[in-house]
């Protein structure tokens, strides 16, 4: 099975089911697919972007890792069905960039 990225039109606004914040779309019409301010997401894709998972569970912020071409990854875990994945940090979001004081919050959870 090869991995694929997927845009099937889901690059809408949504609210974060963690936190509860108003979540914007991208502008640079890529795909959010976590909240900007607690960095916590919802499993929803099988592959990023096709929205085809049908578990539902929320995602939650394990680590964050520094990708020599990707720049800020954050790296997650499923609390209903354990799947981990990766995603994107969307630091120059012009509208609404990911808080990087929370992505040094998880930098510094694991590390404890």
């Not at 020599?68 to 012009?94: E, F, S, V």
Request: hydrophobic share 35%; aromatic share 6%.
């Amino acid at each position: 099975m090869t991995r694929r990225f997927t845009v099937s039109g889901t690059n809408t606004a949504f609210s974060c089911a963690h936190c509860g914040l108003s979540v914007l779309p991208l502008s640079n019409g890529s795909v959010r697919n976590h909240c900007p301010a607690c960095l916590h997401s919802l499993h929803l894709d099988v592959f990023p972007g096709d929205r085809a998972a049908n578990c539902g569970g929320l995602l939650e912020p394990m680590e964050v890792e520094q990708h020599p071409k990707k720049g800020w990854m954050i790296a997650y875990r499923c609390q209903k069905c354990g799947h981990t994945g990766r995603n994107k940090a969307a630091l120059d979001d012009p509208n609404q960039p990911d808080d990087f004081e929370a992505l040094l919050a998880v930098s510094a959870r694991q590390r404890d």
